[in-house]
C-alpha cells in the first residue's frame, strides 16, 4: 500500500480507491479505453493498479473522513482509536508534504 501513512489512514485510502474504481469502471466508455490502453491486464490486474496508484492521492480524504467520523454516535474505542491514528500519521503527513513540496520545485526548476 503506502509506506507513508498510519496503517488506519492507508487502508481508509485503499477502501476509497476501491469504491473508486468501482464508480469509474461503470461508465462502459472509461472501461473500453482503459482496455484499449492496457489490453494485457486482467480485471483482477486493472483494479490493483488502479487502487495502487490512487492510494496516494487519497490519504489526506482519508484523514478528513476518519475526523467526520469522531462527529459521529461510534463506539468511545474506535474514536480513540481514529484519533490515535490521526496524531500518529500526522508525522507521515508532514513527511508527505515536504516530499510533494520538492517534487514540485524540483518540476518548477526543471523547466
Not at 469504491?19 to 490493483?48: G, N, S, W
Not at 480513540?80 to 508525522?91: N, P, S, Y
Request: positive net charge.
Amino acid at each position: 500500500m503506502t509506506g507513508y501513512a498510519h496503517k488506519l489512514v492507508a487502508s481508509t485510502a485503499k477502501e476509497m480507491a476501491e469504491e473508486l474504481f468501482e464508480d469509474v469502471m461503470r461508465d462502459d466508455a472509461v472501461y473500453a479505453a482503459h482496455k484499449r490502453i492496457c489490453p494485457e491486464l486482467t480485471p483482477k490486474l486493472q483494479r490493483e493498479m488502479f487502487v495502487k496508484l490512487m492510494v496516494p492521492h487519497l490519504l489526506e480524504q482519508a484523514r478528513a473522513t476518519l475526523a467526520k467520523m469522531l462527529e459521529t454516535n461510534i463506539k468511545q474505542s474506535l474514536k480513540d482509536e481514529i484519533v490515535d491514528a490521526l496524531l500518529k500519521d500526522q508525522t507521515f503527513r508532514h513527511f508527505r508534504n515536504n516530499r510533494q513540496q520538492r517534487r514540485a520545485a524540483t518540476a518548477v526548476t526543471k523547466h
